[in-house]
């Protein structure tokens, strides 16, 4: 009988620590309201850690981040078609840090400069490449960014 309801009290624990998984992610951090400052954007977006390896399929995406349109990185050399649009992203982590990489992918007008080309993955403002099916959305999730920041955080050399 006691651990009937041992069991039961479980039960409940877990359907709560299920619950608030849910609650972090209402808890991203909307597009509008990111914090950039100088030295990037140094809160997470969603306070969740991001994952390199789901940071890696959404960089090599053709769907989602699609980086290799523009980015050559030799970590992926047996992935086809490496772009030359933007600067090859070897030792990225080198140049700059995981708040500065966080600007850049969540915003590049903000992180990088006002008129590059790169599309803000975490914006409303995607800029001249917007395509239609994106407006009023982002390209990525607030975790999706974490995700590739923490992929892009591994690019060291
Ligand atoms: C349409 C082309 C395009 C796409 C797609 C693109 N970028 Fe970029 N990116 C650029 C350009 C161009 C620059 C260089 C800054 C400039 O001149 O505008 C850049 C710069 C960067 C930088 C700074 C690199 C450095 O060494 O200074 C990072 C980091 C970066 N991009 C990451 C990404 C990631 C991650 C993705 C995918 C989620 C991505 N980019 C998708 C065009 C692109």
């Known amino acids: 009988m006691r651990w009937a309801k041992l069991l039961a009290t479980m039960a409940v624990a877990s359907a709560f620590a299920g619950a608030s998984c849910g609650i972090s992610v209402a808890a991203d951090v909307a ?3 990111v914090q950039f400052t ?15 390896e789901e940071g890696a399929s959404v960089f090599k ?16 050399s047996k992935e086809l078609f490496h772009g030359d649009v933007g600067p090859a992203l070897d030792g990225v982590a080198d140049r700059w840090d995981v708040a500065q990489l966080r600007a850049i992918v969540t915003d590049s007008k903000k992180g990088l400069s006002e008129d590059t080309v790169m599309p803000g993955f975490y914006s409303l403002n995607v800029g001249a490449h917007l395509d239609e099916k994106f407006a009023g959305k982002t390209i990525l999730s ?9 992929y892009l955080a591994t690019l060291k050399e």
């Open 38 to 52: 100088d030295d990037g954007v140094a809160v997470s977006l969603t306070g969740v850690a991001g994952n390199p």
């Open 142 to 150: 607030a975790q999706q960014v974490e995700d590739v920041v923490a």
């Open 31 to 33: 597009p509008g309201d």
């Open 61 to 76: 995406d053709r769907k989602l981040g699609n980086c290799l349109a523009c980015h050559a990185n030799s970590a992926m």
